[in-house]
């Protein structure tokens, strides 16, 4: 639409263009002030045709449910999908079985038993594999490794751990106590503190233990004698208490005097070795002599027998071998009344060979004639 001035000075209408710069204008068909084609650009303030109005923001079922429930019904109160009811139905029924899934499937592995209790009340101990259980909170299923091995070691750091023995001395203790769970049950209902309760059996038991031994038992041959005496007094008073553990082995890995006292005691601790060491040199040498008189004296009786025998005859011959082994390296030579002797070549031989010859005189030099008469 365009305007222009008359020739009396008044604006007129001239024309109406459908191909304006916002397109056609009228209202038949496209909405009010919108275009009344595709043939060109649409007025951007004109609201589109309602047929063509599209939904701003991808509204969804849930936003149009929320805006329902906002608004209010027919009698002023929320208003809710017709099937509402099912939906929320089906949402506490996937709850439900996700709910029985985790609480009443239960994965028990090959070292592992589950301790289980109904309303807190022990009921049974499941075996590994998969188990089943009433969902919690009816029954619930406590998870405990009985094939672990747990280590306490004392003392904790590197403090000293002093210790009294018997012969009131003091000697600094370091140790480490190995256990595992022997009944789950007990494990988990009869002690509070399981750690807690090793700990003080075991720092009881050897205190105990050490004060019976003096200090050259404590930091020396006494080390196993104190792991054994340890092992079954902690076992002992762990199974009075009913704790379900099972201590596996004592292990004594320091056991010295104090620093201040250390090196002398470390001087009494080398004699000591020696001297059992110079034992066992003499034990070694006592037994290879009873074993030669042994063999001698078994040699004695194979003779005795022989000489009852023939007396005569064991007789000289004893006779000569003990001359044979006396006479052995002396320079002579055995001539037997009555026999013939003989001429001994070698012994000869070695005589001449070992007496030195005797220098020949040295021959005077013939003179010159006519020399000095």
Do not use: C
């Not at 919108?34 to 045709?49: A, F, I, M, V």
């Not at 013939?340 to 020949?360: D, F, G, H, K, V």
């Amino acid at each position: 639409m365009r305007w222009i001035m008359g020739r009396r000075g008044r604006a007129q209408v001239v024309g109406m263009s459908d191909k304006g710069p916002w397109g056609g204008g009228g209202d038949s068909g496209n909405g009010s002030g919108g275009g009344g084609g595709d043939d060109g650009p649409r007025n951007p303030w004109s609201l589109p045709p309602a047929g063509k109005r599209g939904r701003v923001g991808g509204s969804t079922s849930l936003d149009e449910f929320l805006k329902r429930a906002r608004t209010g019904g027919p009698g002023g109160g929320p208003s809710f999908p017709a099937n509402a009811g099912k939906l929320w139905l089906a949402a506490v029924a996937a709850l439900v079985l996700v709910w029985i899934a985790f609480t009443s499937f239960h994965s028990i592995g090959p070292q592992e038993r589950g301790v289980v209790t109904m309303f807190g009340r022990y009921t049974g101990t499941l075996n590994p594999g998969i188990q089943f259980t009433l969902p919690a909170p009816i029954m619930r299923v406590q998870v405990e490794d009985v094939q672990n091995t747990r280590t306490e070691s004392f003392p904790e750091g590197s403090q000293p751990n002093l210790m009294l023995t018997g012969d009131q001395n003091i000697v600094d203790l370091a140790y480490s106590v190995r256990w595992n769970i022997k009944s789950p049950e007990d494990y988990v209902f009869e002690i509070k503190n399981p750690k807690e309760t090793v700990r003080a059996v075991a720092e009881s038991a050897m205190r105990a233990a050490v004060a019976g031994k003096n200090l050259t038992q404590a930091i020396g041959s006494g080390r196993g004698e104190i792991e054994a005496e340890v092992q079954t007094r902690m076992q002992a008073l762990l199974d009075e208490y009913q704790s379900g553990v099972r201590v596996l082995g004592i292990s004594i890995q320091k056991a010295a005097a104090p620093a201040e006292v250390d090196d002398a005691f470390k001087a009494v601790t080398a004699a000591q070795q020696e001297a059992q060491s110079n034992l066992n040199r003499s034990r070694a040498y006592a037994q290879q002599v009873i074993a030669r008189a042994q063999g001698d004296a078994t040699e004695f009786d194979k003779i005795y027998e022989q000489y009852r025998l023939a007396p005569d005859v064991t007789r000289r011959r004893l006779y000569y071998e003990t001359m044979e082994q006396v006479l052995n390296r002396a320079d002579k030579t055995i001539v037997q009344p009555g026999v013939q002797a003989y001429l001994p070549l070698p012994e000869a031989r070695r005589r001449q060979q070992a007496t030195p010859e005797p220098e020949a005189p040295a021959t005077p030099q013939a003179q010159p004639t006519g020399a000095a008469r």
